[in-house]
């Protein structure tokens, strides 16, 4: 039968410094596909049920405490954070996180800030363990590995029964062979661990509170339960930029094989962050960057080498290799690229057109419309239909302010034309090519401005004789 789940709270220990990563950042706000490692560590605390997060912050509290804010303030008051103000071990973390426990939480779940692989699964087969153990007032994982350098190593007795951890440092040579470690994933009932922690003392190498002596009190008082973990890669510690690439590459994995599953053709070395979504049938191809809130419509594709923040791809859009955008969006069955940059605030509609060179800013390119090489297209709006040629530069600034270009529906731009904006060209106009436009145009209406042109016959022949002379001498 199954057991009732107990009102659970999670600590995450998050105040230490991160003296390896050699970074000004606090170490749990180093990011893992465009996400801090320890919102990845909120998010498996909240999955396996804890009902509140607190946080524990020291170095770097106001960062840390605003990205959590930024993340998690939508849900309330349940992620939270407490002071540790000076790091006294781990101990003295979850002392410090004690009075912002709800009172009615009869179970706390212990994490660290620096395991972004954690699986939520495993941290739930904590609490069944917890709830089957009768008498323990602690459940724990353990991990065996094959270099246990600097984990704490897992003491058993002679009938294998968990009876304390000793920390690396602390350990004797014989200690030290022990390739049973400790994550640092723990379930503890809430009256024993108040005791607990009060019992602690600095009594040890590093002159620390060590949490990891409430162990051998919980051993004292009815005994640990040891879960031993099958997925050891889910528990690794991040403590410098190597472990921080390697754990990247896993989430990086993870999210691959997701959105393979659920139907997304995914190339090798496409690199998708973990706030993106891709609709079935969408094509990733090689090398491809997406990042921030992008979201890929069913069946579009994005083409080799092209790096997306933030922009929205409806379904059959085509992005061509090496497109650059980032807050934008792109309509169903628009084509971009290759080696089109959408700036923020682009907005390219259905079936609309973006080639090769071409660079937007703040701009709507209506349904249908096309500006297919080299343009500078800035705080425009181009009408449905309209064609802008080749080399058409929208001249929108004046070096104080930016100013607006329209540009009715069917119109036609002629290539090479500068468009001095503030400046309105009506519905079915043309420019004609090298037209400098600093009026408006009315609709259906030619506007010209172009140096008349006068040829001079055999005026070449004569130049080139007069040079080839000037040579000679
Ligand atoms: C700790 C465990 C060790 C375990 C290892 C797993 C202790 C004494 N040791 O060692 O048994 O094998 O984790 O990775 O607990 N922190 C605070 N305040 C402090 C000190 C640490 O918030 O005063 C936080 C850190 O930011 C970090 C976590 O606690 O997120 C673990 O601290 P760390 O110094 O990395 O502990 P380890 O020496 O790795
Ligand atoms: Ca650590």
Redesign the pocket.
Known sequence: MATQPTPLTAVV????QGTRMKSARPKVLHELCGRPMLHYVVDAALAAGASDVVV?V?HGREEVSAALDKAFGAQGKKVRTAL?AQ????G??VRCAMPHIDATSEAILIL???TPLLDPEQLTQLRGALDRAGDAPIAMLTAEVSDPT???RILRDASGRVIG?R?HKDATAEERAITE????VYLARSGFLGRALAGLTTDNAQGEL???DIVAQAAKAGGAAAVVARDVGSLV?INDRAQLAAAEEVLHGRIADRLRKSGVTIRTNARIDAGVVVEPDAVIEHAVVLRGRTRVGAGARIDVGSVLTDVVVEAGASVKPYTVASQSSIGAGAQIGPFSHLRPESQIEADAHIGNFVETKKTVVRKGAKANHLAYLGDGDIGEGANVGAGTIFCNYDGFRKHRTEIGAGAFIGSDSQIVAPVKIGAGAYVATGTTVTRDVPDEALAIGRVKQENKEGYATRLKARLKDAAKK
């Open positions: 220990l998050a105040a230490g524990v020291g540790q790091q006294r071990g781990t003295d973390a660290c800030g620096d600097g984990y704490g951890i920390e470690v400790n994550p640092g060590y949490l990891t510690g």
